[in-house]
């Protein structure tokens, strides 16, 4: 007598990728020395990113998302050379608030406000390869969050 069959069941799994990310950005830098011992230099970034579902249909993940990145950054720097071996620099940073909608477990939002920083800083040249450097960060705030980890 012949063994008999078994019953299979055989259960496809499929996994994809049911997410699609799109950003757009802009970015601009500009730099200026009106004078041999002054430079100034500026530079500006804009982007706007988000996260789609590609048609497959989810509880765990909104129809868009904003993704966890500011959306505009500034930045404007400085340097002076005051006398010989010496120089005086500066900068101030601006990066706005990280935009958040939607609740779901796939992507976690992250909420970061706005913030701002000023350094400051001296230096003294010993060579071309060689320079001795003071100076302060974040005179604003003792610190400022960059991510949550909250979240």
């Known amino acids: 007598m012949p063994p008999s069959a078994s019953p299979v069941l055989i259960v496809p799994i499929t996994y994809a990728n049911d997410l699609k990310a799109d ?10 020395s009106p004078l041999r011992t002054l430079r100034l230099a500026s530079s500006y970034a804009w982007i706007q990113a988000r996260i789609q579902q590609n048609g497959v249909p989810s509880a765990n993940v909104t129809e868009e998302l904003t993704w966890s990145t ?15 071996h010496w120089t005086m620099n500066a900068s101030v940073d601006a990066v ?11 992507v976690q939002p992250q909420q970061v406000p706005a913030y701002q920083r000023v ?19 974040n005179l604003q705030d003792a610190h400022h969050l960059e991510f949550n980890p909250d979240r």
Do not use: C, K
């Open 70 to 84: 500011p959306r505009n950054t500034l930045d404007v720097r400085g340097a002076w050379d005051f006398a010989r």
């Open 119 to 137: 350094d400051a800083g001296v230096s003294y040249s010993l060579g071309e390869s060689a320079v001795l450097s003071a100076g302060v960060h």
């Open 96 to 106: 706005s608030r990280t935009p958040v909608s939607g609740n779901n477990q796939v």
């Open 23 to 32: 950003s757009q950005g802009l970015e601009g830098a500009i730099s200026w």
